[in-house]
């Protein structure tokens, strides 16, 4: 069975950085794409930034060269580089990767979520 488990989540100022990290176990054979959601309290779940598996990276509008998101291969994780974070940038943060498991066909998988608060 696959887990992702994120970290890094808290509370920051404004112009603050924080940097989160999602860790994917269990039986896996490959990573596709990895992406980072949010949802901010009454509004809908959004796309923040999304890697390929070959590194190519995309991001919604609203981040505007604020967030760098990576990944490494080898310990199945993703990160979120977050700089300059705003209030508006409050939120969950959830990761999702599409896995092909060991014996599993690709699917997705989410993480439980991590609290970002931006709040002087």
């Known amino acids: 069975q696959v887990r992702l488990v994120e970290s890094g989540g808290g509370l920051v100022q404004p112009g603050g950085s924080l940097r989160l990290s999602c860790a994917a176990s269990?039986?896996?054979?490959?990573?596709?794409?990895m992406d980072w959601y949010r949802q901010a309290p009454g509004k809908e779940r959004e796309l923040v930034a999304r890697?390929?598996?070959?590194?190519?990276?995309d991001y919604g509008d609203f981040v505007k060269g604020r967030f760098t998101m990576s990944r490494d291969n080898a310990k199945n994780t993703a990160y979120l580089q977050m700089n300059s974070l705003k209030p508006e940038d409050t939120a969950i943060y959830y990761c999702?990767?599409?896995?092909?498991?060991?014996?599993?066909?690709?699917?997705?998988?989410w993480g439980q979520g991590t609290q970002v608060t931006v709040s002087s």
């Open positions: 999702r990767m599409v896995i092909r498991g060991g014996f599993t066909p690709l699917s997705d998988y």
């Open positions: 269990g039986s896996i054979f490959s990573i596709n794409t």
């Open positions: 890697i390929t598996s070959s590194g190519m990276t």
